[in-house]
């Protein structure tokens, strides 16, 4: 079945630093792929949309400047957190859809922001 | 996208079938029915989808109404490890997460 690898599945960094999240569909090109934050407790709330070779979606209230996607390939998509702050610490999700296939999620990375 | 209307949490005993309702009476005509289900500090895992007929694969069931405002995710026999959230969703171009079901198995 479809395949996606997500990292780091941990991170620990210092405040005001950037943090990047890989993303990888590992037997299947991902024609669209989606970043998801969860915090402790609540549902995964969708953060953005990207298109392979196009400039991501970004939901209302998640700042694209800090939030920086790159969709650069059919198989990879990246997540950076720019200057993060402890309120960024949350649980990262990607999901990767492919053509005529169902939605895969990858494992997630969680982000802790000291 | 259309909502969906799910109890907060439900209890069942290891072994025994589990019936997590969901509602969804705004759902459109090209919406399909996905269920997902995410076990602790994991990532979201396909369960079963479905449009009109009911469903079954190897790990549930999934009964639509006729009228498709409301479906049942069945597991026939719940095992300990199907323990987690299960989230009902109607996916047009993108998923959009509601709060789910917490689903305890007790021993």
């Known amino acids: 079945g479809a395949v996606v690898s997500q990292h780091p599945s941990w991170v620990i960094c210092k405040s005001g630093t950037s943090v990047k999240i890989e993303c990888r569909s590992l037997?299947?090109?991902?024609?669209?792929m989606f970043w998801y934050r969860q915090f402790p407790k609540q549902s995964l709330m969708l953060m953005a949309t990207?298109?392979?070779?196009?400039?991501?979606?970004?939901e209302q209230g998640v700042e694209k400047d800090k939030f920086l996607i790159n969709h650069a390939s059919l198989t990879l998509s990246t997540l950076t957190v720019t200057s993060a702050h402890p309120e960024d610490s949350s649980f990262y999700i990607c999901s990767a859809r492919g053509a005529g296939s169902g939605y895969t999620f990858g494992s997630g990375t969680r982000l802790t922001v000291v | 996208d259309a909502k969906t209307t799910q109890p907060n949490s439900m209890e069942s005993n290891e072994e025994e079938p589990v019936h997590l309702p969901c509602n969804h009476s705004?759902?459109?005509?090209?919406?399909?029915i996905h269920w997902y289900r995410q076990l602790p500090s994991q990532g979201p895992e396909y369960v079963i989808h479905?449009?009109?007929s009911n469903v079954n694969n190897r790990m549930a069931s999934l009964a639509i109404a006729e009228d498709r405002k409301s479906s049942t995710l069945i597991l026939h026999r719940a095992t300990l490890r199907d323990a987690a959230v299960y989230y009902c969703?109607?996916?047009?171009?993108?998923?959009?997460f509601g709060q789910g079901t917490r689903l305890t198995i007790n021993p």
């Open positions: 969703i109607l996916i047009t171009q993108k998923l959009v």
């Open positions: 705004t759902i459109s005509g090209t919406d399909y």
């Open positions: 990207s298109n392979e070779g196009s400039k991501a979606t970004y």
């Open positions: 037997d299947f090109q991902a024609t669209t």
């Open positions: 479905g449009l009109t």
